[in-house]
């Protein structure tokens, strides 16, 4: 391994340790498990909306991997959801025409949950940025300001909105 290889992977393991305010938009509580660290699985819970557990209504601290399974998690269903509402409402404009017919259109009419524009719609509501950098000395090393496109929805959503590593700021009211 090259030192350069061996540099970029422990920054890339310091980078997962970062923790990550995020925000669940739902009125219910997702349950996530912790179990990378520690022999033992944990529950973390992140509040509905209108719940404070003490970092404000909806939000939980989290670190990145967390974060991202639950931003990802939480888009894709967002994202389900608005298209099951929509299928319903064509569905009931097909109503008329035979089963058949309903059927082929209905599988032209897919669920994307990679869908661009929603992403970046809905990311910068759910991740809030970063609260505290595991080992801040380190991170300055390797900045790479080209912005590929990788295939996943959440990498690539976050990329091109600077919110992957964009620091929290509070609301001042």
């Known amino acids: 391994m090259s030192d350069l290889t061996r540099d970029d992977a422990r920054e890339r393991r310091m980078r997962s340790l970062d923790i990550i305010k995020v925000h669940n938009t739902t009125g219910k509580d997702i349950i996530i498990w912790h179990d990378k660290l520690g022999p033992e699985r944990r529950k973390v819970v992140i509040p509905g909306n209108n719940k404070d557990i003490g970092k404000g209504k909806g939000n939980a601290d ?18 389900t959801k608005k298209s099951d509402e929509a299928w319903a409402e064509r569905k009931k404009e097909l109503r008329m025409l035979p089963k058949a017919e ?9 669920i994307r949950t990679n869908d661009v524009k929603s992403w970046d719609e809905l990311l910068p509501k759910i991740w809030l ?22 295939g996943n929805s959440l990498s690539d959503a976050m990329e091109n909105a600077g919110l992957a590593d964009k620091p929290y700021e509070e609301e001042k009211i």
């Open 102 to 110: 309903m059927l082929s259109i209905a599988e032209t009419e897919p």
């Open 62 to 79: 989290l670190p990145r991997y967390l974060a991202q399974r639950f931003t990802k998690k939480l888009i894709e269903q967002i994202i």
């Open 129 to 150: 940025g970063v609260v505290e950098k595991y080992d801040e000395d380190i991170s300055d090393e390797f900045e790479d300001e080209s912005v590929s496109m990788t």
